[in-house]
């Protein structure tokens, strides 16, 4: 008698374009998280590099790269005269093709510090131009690979004025403050991102009083003087209010969470004004925890907002299409209790697909998922013997249903061992198998990009 018993159970929370969440996995078990992880796309195409800062009295900034579907080792980024990370490590990519850079407040002086990822290797970490008084909480940095340029941007720890950077041909500018104008300053942090123009800067931050959300330019050289973002039915921004390349070229998008419900909260800017903030349709979310996180799609016209539910944890998205936000999700956590703080979003491996991560609840490790293909589906399998006059061959038969996602092949694993790589069709045999041994297969679609669906697992019991 054949058997088989087949071990994925397609996930029912979403289906968008053949895509869904890769199982969310640990990234590394060698250092936890004190607050956030972040990711960023590599130099070298299909990787990732997360960075956070370690969970312990030294707050060092760690890092580990995803090269060809798995993560490196963590390891510590050279601190430099850095004594530390305060909070998070904030990382971009630099200002050219072929450099990543992880920023953050130092744990003791609170000075801005950055260190440059190049040829697989962190330099020694140098201080960013420092403020009076130091940072408050995190330094942000976007950049503008067309000019080499960087902006990095912080909150003083003193004045709570918004402060800003620029890099240039190797080096950092006087920090100088934002023009604030009716703002009283900035509530935690000064988030920024590059525009659709050359040299052109958002920054973005919550009022350090009414905790309004608040906005400036910076084009042509210098900054326009902050303004209010309309915000609707919103009360402020609890903590932070985050901004984004916009769905569209020309555009931006800032996000928050309301400073009483913690309902998420996002408006477009475009053609030269905001449109009056309004709710992300949050469905069982109960409202964010922290900040509400935005990344831009790889195609016009889509966003994806993040959030941790403020109060199981639970790391939720809502992805904006055709003008309009889609109901609030679940991203599927699997091993994970949920995000302490916030559930980063920024783009996948090959500039495809989105990257979530974040530091669980109760472990502290760093986890991700990737908005990938959708895996095969109803999986068979039978073990099956070929005679000859002197010997039998022992062989394993699979199939399975394709993937509805644009899948260009299937990478075929047998107990955790890949054994075939971009098999096009839709069955493998696998020859010269042990007799009355049951064995394991994961069968996993891959996109023209490289991403890799969760596996559909097959498993062949003997005849």
Request: glycine content about 8%; hydrophobic content about 40%; cysteine-free.
């Amino acid at each position: 008698m054949r058997f088989l018993i087949l071990i994925f159970i397609l996930s029912p929370f979403i289906v968008l374009y053949g895509t869904s969440w890769s199982t969310a996995t640990q990234i590394s078990n060698v250092s936890t998280v004190f607050f956030n992880v972040y990711t960023a796309s590599g130099p070298i195409t299909g990787d990732l590099v997360a960075t956070w800062a370690r969970q312990d009295s030294s707050h060092s900034p760690y890092f580990a790269v995803y090269s060809g579907g798995v993560w490196s080792s963590a390891a510590a980024i050279p601190l430099g005269g850095s004594s530390g990370s305060a909070y998070d490590v904030y990382i971009t990519l630099g200002p050219d093709s072929e450099t990543l850079i992880a920023s953050w407040s130092d744990l003791n002086t609170h000075a801005p510090y950055y260190s440059i990822y190049m040829n697989g290797s962190w330099s020694q970490a140098l201080p960013i131009s420092n403020s009076p008084n130091g940072t408050f909480l995190n330094v942000f940095i976007a950049s503008r690979p067309e000019t080499g340029q960087l902006m990095a941007t912080w909150v003083d720890r003193s004045s709570a004025i918004p402060y800003f950077s620029i890099y240039t041909a190797g080096s950092w500018s006087a920090a100088s403050p934002i023009p604030k104008g009716s703002s009283s300053g900035a509530n935690i942090d000064v988030a920024i991102a590059s525009g659709s123009v050359s040299g052109e800067f958002m920054a973005t931050w919550a009022d350090s009083i009414s905790y309004a959300p608040y906005y400036a330019i910076y084009m042509n050289g210098n900054w326009q003087v902050a303004l209010p973002i309309p915000q609707g039915s919103s009360t402020g921004a609890y903590n932070n209010v985050l901004v984004s390349s916009g769905p569209n070229a020309m555009e931006w998008t800032a996000t928050w969470a309301n400073q009483s419900l913690r309902t998420p909260y996002y408006a477009i800017y475009s053609n030269g004004s905001w449109a009056t903030a309004t709710i992300i349709a949050q469905n069982g979310s109960s409202g964010a925890r922290v900040d509400v996180s935005i990344a831009a799609g790889s195609s016009n016209g889509q966003l994806i907002a993040t959030w941790a539910d403020s109060f199981s944890y639970a790391p939720y998205y809502a992805i904006y299409s055709n003008g309009s936000w889609a109901t609030a999700k679940i991203i599927p956590q699997n091993g994970s209790s949920g995000s302490l703080y916030n559930i980063s979003i920024g783009i996948g491996p090959f500039g495809k697909n989105w990257v979530a991560a974040w530091g669980d609840a109760s472990s502290f490790f760093p986890y991700y998922t990737i908005f990938a293909p959708l895996p095969p589906t109803n999986g068979t399998g039978h073990q099956t013997a070929d005679r000859f006059p002197f010997s039998v061959e022992w062989f394993n038969s699979i199939k399975w249903t394709a993937s509805i996602s644009e899948i260009v092949g299937y990478n075929i694993k047998r107990g955790g061992a890949t054994i075939a790589n971009n098999v096009t069709s839709t069955d493998y045999t696998d020859f010269d198998r042990p007799q009355n041994a049951i064995e394991v297969y994961s069968v996993i679609g891959v996109d023209a990009e490289g991403v890799e669906s969760s596996p559909l697992e097959i498993v062949v019991n003997p005849l």
